[in-house]
C-alpha cells in the first residue's frame, strides 16, 4: 500500500513538520505528532511515541497548544511511525459540503 491515498485538493508539504498533538476524543490519551502535510480532506502525520493499543477509530488533531484550533479525525492508513488521517466533517462544514458543488 502506498503512503499517498488522497486523491482530491492540493497539499501544503511542511517542509520541517508542524508541532501538533493527537488526543482521544474522551481525553484519555494524548500524543505528540508532526503534521507533514496537509489537504482540505486530510493529513500526513508523524507521530511520537506508540500508538500500539491506541483506539484511533476517530481522535482530535489539536493543531494549538491551547487547543482552540483542532480537526476531528479517522485514521485512513499507517506507515511505520507516519499515518494518515481523514478530516472528520461536521455541522457547518457538513452541510457547507452538501451546498456546494465539487
Same mark, same amino acid.
Given at each position: 500500500?502506498?503512503?499517498?491515498?488522497?486523491?482530491? *485538493?492540493?497539499?501544503?508539504?511542511?517542509?520541517?513538520?508542524?508541532?501538533?498533538?493527537?488526543?482521544? @476524543?474522551?481525553?484519555? =490519551?494524548?500524543?505528540?505528532?508532526?503534521?507533514?502535510?496537509?489537504?482540505?480532506?486530510?493529513?500526513? @502525520?508523524? @507521530?511520537?511515541?506508540?500508538?500500539?493499543?491506541?483506539?484511533?477509530?476517530?481522535?482530535?488533531?489539536?493543531?494549538?497548544?491551547?487547543?482552540?484550533?483542532?480537526?476531528?479525525?479517522?485514521?485512513? =492508513?499507517?506507515?511505520?511511525?507516519?499515518?494518515?488521517?481523514?478530516?472528520?466533517?461536521? *455541522?457547518?462544514?457538513?452541510?457547507?459540503?452538501?451546498?456546494?458543488?465539487?
Amino acid at each position: 500500500m502506498g503512503t499517498e491515498q488522497r486523491q482530491f *485538493g492540493q497539499r501544503v508539504v511542511f517542509e520541517r513538520g508542524y508541532d501538533a498533538h493527537m488526543m482521544a @476524543i474522551d481525553g484519555t =490519551w494524548r500524543r505528540s505528532c508532526r503534521l507533514l502535510d496537509v489537504s482540505e480532506d486530510g493529513a500526513k @502525520i508523524a @507521530i511520537e511515541g506508540s500508538i500500539v493499543g491506541l483506539p484511533l477509530k476517530e481522535f482530535f488533531l489539536l493543531l494549538s497548544s491551547t487547543g482552540l484550533a483542532y480537526r476531528r479525525c479517522e485514521l485512513a =492508513w499507517v506507515n511505520g511511525e507516519e499515518i494518515g488521517v481523514n478530516f472528520l466533517k461536521t *455541522g457547518k462544514q457538513a452541510r457547507r459540503a452538501k451546498i456546494e458543488p465539487g
